[in-house]
T-cell receptor, first 111, second 112 residues
Framework: GESVGLHLPTLSVQEGDNSIINCAYS??????FIWYKQESGKGPQFIID?????DKRQGQRVTVLLNKTVKHLSLQIAATQPGDSAVYFC??????????FGTGTRLKVLA | IAGITQAPTSQILAAGRRMTLRCTQD?????MYWYRQDLGLGLRLIHY???????GKGEVPDGYSVSRANTDDFPLTLASAVPSQTSVYFC???????????FGSGTRLTVV
């Protein structure tokens, strides 16, 4: 299940550097994973997805890596920009139509 | 612009009062969901609907009810609000078998 914490983990990255955001998932039977981005005051927005039969998928400036052995997902953002500042969530499929979301990581991009 | 509309954007509600959060989508998605978002707890599923006329309970359904009379609308009702229901509520939808959700902008609810 999800871990419960009082504070959101924060990753601070210099503008132009690469960011790596990590996520541990709980269900080894999950077959589908998604990364979402949530900007302040807005709803989560789909970034990229990956199926369990893959270990890597690339999008525009983003790459998702899946390690099923240790149940770990990561989101890599290349050349991080100020507009990337947001909270990032991973989500795992837990049955038809239903997903479980991680608690999120706040990404701060430093100028 | 296609998407999900939630109303109200924010609300302060007295404990014990009844409140309905509205959610409308114009994408003809079959499935719709209500999540609440609390700091440190992430997004938790309250109720969902796979198709018009059907609903199901999520992780935290107590104190909430939903209906799905048609494809587009999925209102969430708090019959008698309590302070622990203070949260940000997100409605979402997805196509049947589709990838990921489309989320609304949320309703910030404070129960005092």
């Amino acid at each position: 299940g999800e871990s419960v914490g009082l504070h959101l983990p924060t990753l601070s990255v210099q503008e132009g550097d690469n960011s790596i955001i990590n996520c541990a998932y709980s269900n080894s039977a999950s077959d589908y994973f998604i990364w979402y981005k949530q900007e302040s005051g807005k709803g989560p927005q789909f970034i990229i997805d990956i199926r369990s039969n893959m270990d890597k998928r690339q999008g525009q400036r983003v790459t998702v890596l899946l390690n099923k052995t240790v149940k770990h997902l990561s989101l890599q953002i290349a050349a991080t920009q100020p507009g990337d500042s947001a909270v990032y969530f991973c989500a795992e499929n837990k049955g038809t139509y239903k997903y479980i979301f991680g608690t999120g990581t706040r990404l701060k991009v430093l100028a | 612009i296609a998407g999900i509309t939630q109303a109200p954007t924010s609300q302060i509600l007295a404990a014990g009062r009844r409140m309905t959060l509205r959610c409308t989508q114009d994408m003809r998605h079959n499935a719709m969901y209500w999540y609440r978002q609390d700091l440190g707890l992430g997004l938790r599923l309250i109720h969902y609907s796979n198709t018009a006329g059907t609903t199901g309970k999520g992780e935290v359904p107590d104190g909430y009810s939903v209906s799905r009379a048609n494809t587009d609308d999925f209102p969430l009702t708090l019959a008698s609000a309590v302070p622990s229901q203070t949260s940000v509520y997100f409605c979402a939808s997805s196509e049947q078998g589709g990838v990921g959700y489309t989320f609304g902008s949320g309703t910030r609810l404070t129960v005092v």
